[in-house]
């Protein structure tokens, strides 16, 4: 099947045997494919090439003769769910110059690597299992970027993750088990490898990274569990120990070691061992460390003799339920046969509850009865963490009470202090060789002091994301700077973070008043005027309440309908901004979500992830992108009905808290609107965006350029003019970021044009000439 131009199709249960690929997608092409099968492939199950985007939400690619996967260059696909089985080569492949972004995927018996990313390629992966690759399981080439987080290789004939790159590669709460080579191996030498809460267990031969040097088989803090001394200065229990923060957790896992020790006394003199549970709750918001904890208990109790290795095997419920009559049982106990010896650690536990009251199968409550059946047969043999918010799991505890008797113990997570976020940075920046200069831990503490403490606040993850955005905000720093030494590369200023809250430090500043930012901006001249009725009509209503005259009754909710690259998002943001300042919502932050952050995979999961967004966007502006995507035409049983009845409902009930814009295509948002008259009733204002004029678009590259440091020379002007007269305004035009794609091909162009001046000039430097338009509009930007 070929799936190109700029088609963009929604595709369920489709199913396609033979084929070389089965699915190409090339062009612009954009598919979304659900619940897919496609079986024996002569060549690759997927492949996406040129600038196809894609994403496969549960698909199985069953013994295809190429890859399973493949991104080749310039391509990005999102695959969530569903794997690859019995492949003659590699299980995902990304080429030089693709990007993919993968979460609860598996590759089952490969005949090549599980994962392969050549140089240039990026991966991020999370939970993603590698079972017997007959190459490495993560095999990542000199070039390649990576960022891993809870991924395992388990059975394979050589390394389990083997990085050959020097490029920035990071492993966070991986596992290797039982691989005929090494858990980790690095074979490059280089500082950009960073791993935290690796686990490398009953592996062919020692780890070997660390310094970049494959001859270290003994790397100092590897966190391998081969061959760990018990009692040794650096063991678990001080690991945890030296977690920052978590001091009730901390209290009441040594109330726990306690007792395993005093339970062992009492066994070496003859008496009974008093009766305890090691199956456990954690319980509290997220990213504050439960399943670090939980892989450290289990070290503990390792070391203790109380497991025998000790390991993590994190899943979820996509792990234990499957779809069909008997496969739950099938599946859990699978998956629980993986964690003997050590912690089955089972995260957002309450959605296998989730699917109780709806009617239907209830396969979520088969793998609870499942779980609790083989924790009693392997009582000595395994340890269960259970982990959740901490008002779902109590709600998860008291729907079965075989539940309530095997987790009798509940630990609580807190939010992160301030104080305690603040030295998560700092030990960030240590890690990665940076340094806080003056003034910046005073502005992370300011900074983390404004984060509201929703349910969406990712504590530590939070952090991580801040620590990212400070070092991009130096690098676009240090750029502008002539010369940059070994201490500016080190140090982080206060402007680095004051860059990551730029939203907020608008607000404040009076010259940067979001009604004259909207005001500034390029075209939109019907937009501007919408939204200044919109404040008129709200600034009369506040002077007839003042003088006592009935306020009519307003609602704040839009829709907003044009092409991509508009500017609706931008708007969105402003909008926000202008209605904190006028004192309709609280703070006027926006939270963009899509159907990916809203529409679950199972009965329950849905409402509660519009739960989460929504809760995330309170005295705020929740902008729902390509909203039209929830009521998909011609799809009976589809989740995304489940998330508009919830957001209807959110909406009615945090009516004065929350505004929410609807954005997409003119045509798909009249229909979206009409699936439900629910929707008509609370979108009853419209805004359309048109398409930029030619004559709008150069002034958009005029302006991007000189953000860039660069300027539009003499005679650049009507080449772009002619170019954009030249594009049809059909689906597939860009508006802005077709402008940014232009700039970014006359810096490319320039680059190459002056590269042969031996002493170029300020002019040469700065001055973007009428051959580099032509060069890049010849051959750059697609026509």
């Known amino acids: 099947m070929l799936l190109e131009e700029d088609s963009a199709p929604e595709l369920d249960r489709l199913e396609v045997i033979g084929g070389s690929p089965a699915v190409a997608v090339r062009g612009g092409a954009n598919p979304l494919l659900r619940r897919a099968r496609l079986v024996d492939p002569s060549g690759d199950g997927i492949v996406a090439a040129g600038e196809a985007r894609g994403r496969a ?58 994962v392969a990313v050549a140089a240039g390629g990026e991966l991020t992966a999370n939970r993603t299992a590698v079972h017997a690759p007959q190459g490495h399981g993560f095999l990542l080439r000199e070039g390649a970027l990576a960022s891993l987080s809870g991924c395992e290789v388990t059975g394979g004939a050589q390394d389990g993750f083997r990085v050959e790159s020097t490029a920035p590669v990071s492993l966070v ?41 494959a001859e270290n088989t003994d790397p100092a803090g590897s966190g391998s569990s081969d061959g760990t001394a018990p009692d ?25 070691v306690n007792l395993a020790q005093l339970a062992q006394r009492r066994e070496q003199l003859g008496m009974p061992a008093p009766p305890m549970s090691r199956h456990l709750v954690f319980a509290g918001p997220p990213g504050t460390g439960k399943t670090t904890v939980a892989r450290l208990y289990g070290a503990i109790l390792a070391e203790l003799g109380s497991l025998r290795s000790g390991h993590l095997v994190e899943v979820s419920r996509a792990d234990l339920v499957a779809q069909v009559v008997g496969g739950t049982a099938i599946k859990t106990t699978e998956t629980f046969q ?63 009470p075989g539940l309530a008797s095997r987790f009798s113990r509940t630990v609580e997570f807190e939010n992160y202090t301030v104080p305690e976020l603040v030295a998560i940075m700092e030990s960030m920046c240590a890690q990665h060789q940076y340094e806080l200069g003056e003034g910046t831990a005073a502005a992370l503490a300011a900074h983390f002091e404004a984060m509201p403490r929703d349910g969406g606040f990712g504590n530590g993850r939070a952090a991580r994301g801040v620590f990212e955005e400070m070092v991009d905000r130096q690098a676009v720093r240090l ?14 200023l206060p402007e680095d973070v004051s860059a990551t809250a730029a939203a907020r430090a608008a607000e404040a500043a009076p010259e940067d008043d979001p009604l004259t930012r909207l005001g500034d901006m390029i075209g939109l001249t019907e937009v501007k005027h919408d939204v200044a009725d919109l404040i008129n009509l709200i600034t009369t209503a506040r002077h007839r309440a003042a003088a006592g005259l009935p306020v009519p009754s307003l609602s704040h909710h839009l829709v907003f309908t044009g092409p991509p690259g508009t500017g609706k998002t931008t708007v969105a943001r402003l909008y926000g901004q202008i209605l904190a300042q006028l004192g309709i919502l609280g703070r006027g932050q926006l939270v963009e979500a899509a159907r990916a952050d809203l529409v679950g995979r199972y009965i329950g999961h849905t409402a509660q992830l519009t739960r989460e967004v929504f809760e995330r966007a309170r005295g705020g502006v929740l902008f729902i992108d390509e909203a039209y995507t929830l009521t998909p035409q011609g799809s009976g049983a589809d989740f995304g009905q489940e998330a508009v009845d919830t957001l209807l409902k959110l909406m009615e009930d945090h009516r004065d808290e929350v505004v929410v814009i609807v954005a997409g295509y003119t045509d798909e948002m009249e229909r979206f609107l009409a699936s439900n008259p629910g929707l008509a ?62 700039v970014e091909a006359m810096v490319t162009r320039q680059a190459g044009r002056i590269s042969s001046l031996t002493a170029p000039t300020l002019d040469d430097l700065r001055v973007l000439r009428p051959e580099d338009v032509a060069a890049a509009v010849s051959t750059g930007v697609p026509r």
Request: glycine letters at 14%.
């Open 57 to 114: 939400e549960d698909c199985e690619i069953v013994r295809p003769k190429g890859a399973g996967v493949r991104a080749a260059s310039g391509s990005t696909l999102y695959l969530a769910g569903g794997g690859v089985s019995d492949t003659a080569a590699c299980g995902l492949v990304v080429e030089e110059g693709g990007n993919v972004t993968v979460r609860d995927f598996r590759v089952e018996i490969s005949g090549e690597e599980g």
């Open 173 to 213: 709460n991986c596992l290797a088990r039982e691989n005929e080579g090494g858990g980790l191996v690095q074979t490059a030498p280089g500082e950009r490898l960073a791993v935290e809460g690796l686990s490398s267990i009953g592996n062919g031969r020692r780890d070997a990274w660390g310094t970049g040097s």
């Open 232 to 256: 040794r200065e650096d063991g678990p229990l001080g690991a945890l120990n030296a977690l920052i923060g978590l001091d009730n957790v901390k209290q009441q896992v040594g109330t726990l």
């Open 338 to 400: 993986r964690a003997l010896g050590g912690v089955l650690f089972v995260d957002e536990a309450y959605t296998l509850t989730a699917d109780s009251g709806h009617g239907g199968a209830d396969f979520g409550r088969e793998a609870v009865d499942t779980l609790l059946k083989l924790m009693e047969d392997h009582r000595d043999d395994v340890v269960v963490v259970a982990a959740g918010y901490s008002r779902e799991m109590e709600s998860f505890l008291g729907s079965n």
């Open 479 to 492: 750029a502008a700077q002539p010369q940059v030494g070994e201490s500016d590369l080190r140090l982080l």
């Open 681 to 742: 009733s609370r979108f009853p204002r419209r805004i359309a965006f048109a398409d930029y004029t030619s004559e709008e678009l150069v002034t958009i590259v005029r302006a991007q350029a000189a953000s860039m440091g660069y300027e539009c020379g003499t005679g650049t002007g009507p080449l772009l003019k002619e170019h954009f007269d030249a594009l049809p305004r059909n689906r597939s035009f860009g508006n802005a970021r077709l402008a940014r794609q232009v």
